[in-house]
């Protein structure tokens, strides 16, 4: 499997400022995959990312909000903009990996978590 | 819209006990299914399943599906304290790579 870093680890930002994450793979992947996990709740997407093209939003998720860059085949960033409370979360990124011709093990970064006051 | 549901939310067992863990899903164009055990952060991949009948084994964790009753189970024998941790389920579908995540099973084993 992929090894994936994230970095920071861990932040405490003020509302109204912006933070940007970083991803890090080992190897070259297609696409790269953003979630939030807010506090007590599951994985919900934010942004499917692929080299050379603009991300790919879910629904109630805006560019303008969570700009993400792809700038090559290992590497992704999340910027979390005009942060608010609300977006206190852990944020992760995810690759594919092995294609099992059913679909894609799925492979997780460290994660960063985030909290805003 | 694709939906998996996970029960129960939360379980607290103690070592030794043997725990059966649920998911449902209704998604359109089903592809796979996937479990994770999520200690701090970051999900750690467990299973992937995409046949129903065939069960996946590691060590004393095992995993079936079944498409006909839309449901996967996760078996956990002789659990251990390091066993505790949330379970989630999620779902690919159709021509999407991302994942449908369910709301995940809290298990805590007691010493």
């Known amino acids: 499997s992929a090894v994936i870093s994230q970095k920071p680890s861990r932040d405490i930002c003020q509302r109204g400022t912006s933070l940007t994450i970083q991803c890090q793979v080992d190897?070259?992947?297609?696409?790269m995959f953003w979630y939030r996990q807010q506090p007590g709740q599951s994985l919900t997407l934010i942004a499917t990312?692929?080299?050379?093209?603009?991300?790919?939003?879910e629904s109630g998720f805006v560019i303008d909000k969570f700009p993400i860059s792809r700038p090559n085949l290992t590497f992704s960033t999340l910027t979390v903009s005009n942060m608010s409370p609300e977006d206190s979360s852990i944020y992760l990124c995810?690759?594919?990996?092995?294609?099992?011709?059913?679909?894609?093990?799925?492979?997780f970064g460290p994660g960063t978590r985030l909290t805003v006051t | 819209e694709d939906k998996v549901v996970q029960s129960p939310l939360s379980l607290v067992v103690h070592e030794g006990d043997t725990v059966t863990l649920n998911c449902s899903y209704e998604?359109?164009?089903?592809?796979?299914l996937l479990w994770y055990k999520q200690e701090k952060k970051a999900p750690t991949f467990l299973f992937m399943l995409t046949s129903s009948g065939i069960e996946k084994k590691s060590g004393r964790l095992s995993s079936i599906l079944d498409k006909k009753e839309l449901f996967s189970i996760l078996n956990i024998t002789a659990t251990q304290t390091g066993d505790s941790a949330i379970y989630l389920c999620?779902?690919?579908?159709?021509?999407?790579?991302?994942?449908?995540f369910g709301s995940g099973t809290q298990l805590t084993v007691l010493p």
């Open positions: 190897s070259q992947v297609t696409m």
């Open positions: 990312a692929n080299q050379g093209s603009e991300a790919t939003y």
């Open positions: 995810s690759v594919d990996g092995v294609d099992t011709g059913f679909g894609y093990e799925q492979y």
């Open positions: 998604v359109t164009n089903f592809r796979s």
């Open positions: 999620a779902v690919s579908s159709g021509s999407a790579r991302q994942l449908t």
